[in-house]
Structure formats: structure tokens, C-alpha cells
């Protein structure tokens, strides 16, 4: 009786050995998968939208027939209108959303609550006004590219330095409100 005994720790202690084994390798494939649903996250929320803004930005440097670009108008300000309404309801549900959470929180939390949404606030800010210096440092670079007299330096000329937000993720482009103007229709390129 004490080999079948035996036999049978051997079986059981390899049989523990593998779900050990299968529950390690397991939770290490789940890390690695919420890894990279995160990367993909990050990577995804690092591209900005095309709102109308920048698509009839794009579009203007297409040579576009007339009705194409009496089309691209009505598209872009239609699409204009739709996210306007969008953006209302979201407002709304955001709204009615922390009316509901407010019910439920005691007044102290309530006030750590505000702060934290100040602070989220105030990081959102900055990462708003880095996008802008960023575009505005792009804007300027490309206009003394485009510029036909450039300084002869010698060669000592130095290529320009990224801004600093190129290190900061930018913010979602802003959807229009009823406050900012509709699309406005895009202007014809002078024929070559």
C-alpha cells in the first residue's frame, strides 16, 4: 500500500505543478495582452481627429474641380452641424451623468472631487496651449522654408529644434460649438 501511496503523491504533486505552471502562464499572457490594449490605446489617442477643420485644411491643397469642391462644403458643413449636435449631447450626458455621481458622494468627497477635476482641468489646459505652440513653431517653420531668400549661414545653419510639444500627447482637436463659425466654404485655388 505505501508504492501506491506514493504513485499517487507523484501523480497529484505533478498535476498541482501544472495548474501552478498553467495559471502562471496564464496571468502573465493576460498582462501582456492588457500591454498592448494600452499601447494600442495610447497610440490611437496620440492621432488627432479629422474634424471639418483640418479636412478642408487638406482639401485646399487639392486641386479640386468646381463641383467637387461645392460638394466637399456641403459634406464638411453638414458633418459641421452633425458633430455641433453631437456635442451637445454629450455635454448633456456628461452633465446629468455628475448630477447622478454628486447624489451619491458625501460633501467631503465632493470637494476632493472638485479639486481633482480642477487639476485634470488644468492638465488639459497645458496640453492645449503645447499643441498651439507646436502648430504655431510648425507654421513658422514651413513659412521660412516656403521663404525664397533664406540667410546664407556658411553652412553653419542648424535644423530647428523641435518645440517642446512634441514630447506631450496632444489633445483631441475641439469640436466645433455653436459659438465658433460653421465650415467656411474653401476657397478656389488659382488655376496653374
Known amino acids: 500500500m505505501g508504492r501506491s501511496l506514493q504513485v499517487g503523491f507523484v501523480f497529484f504533486a505533478i498535476f498541482v505543478a501544472g495548474i501552478v505552471t498553467g ?17 494600442n490605446a495610447q497610440q490611437q489617442a496620440a492621432i488627432p481627429p479629422m474634424g ?10 487639392l486641386d479640386l474641380a468646381h463641383d467637387q469642391r461645392k460638394a466637399s462644403n456641403r459634406i464638411l458643413f453638414e458633418g459641421a452641424e ?3 449636435v453631437l456635442h451637445r449631447e454629450v455635454d ?10 454628486d447624489k451619491i458622494l458625501t460633501p467631503d468627497q465632493r470637494t476632493k472631487l472638485g ?24 507654421r513658422k517653420d514651413e513659412a521660412a522654408q516656403a521663404s525664397p531668400a533664406a540667410p546664407a549661414s ?6 530647428p529644434q523641435p518645440a517642446a510639444a512634441t514630447q506631450t500627447q496632444p489633445a483631441p482637436a475641439p469640436v466645433a460649438t455653436s459659438t465658433q463659425p460653421a465650415v467656411a466654404p474653401m ?6
Open 187 to 192: 476657397q478656389p485655388t488659382p488655376a496653374h
Open 23 to 39: 495559471g502562471f502562464l496564464t496571468l502573465r499572457r493576460a498582462k501582456h495582452i492588457q500591454e498592448q490594449a494600452q499601447k
Open 92 to 101: 448633456f450626458a456628461l452633465d446629468r451623468m455628475q448630477d447622478d455621481v
Open 82 to 84: 452633425t458633430l455641433r
Open 154 to 159: 556658411g553652412g553653419n545653419e542648424q535644423p
Open 115 to 138: 479639486k481633482l477635476k480642477d487639476e485634470q482641468r488644468a492638465k488639459l489646459q497645458e496640453q492645449r496651449e503645447a499643441v498651439q505652440n507646436f502648430l504655431k513653431q510648425r
Open 52 to 61: 471639418p477643420f483640418v479636412m478642408r485644411q487638406m482639401l485646399g491643397q
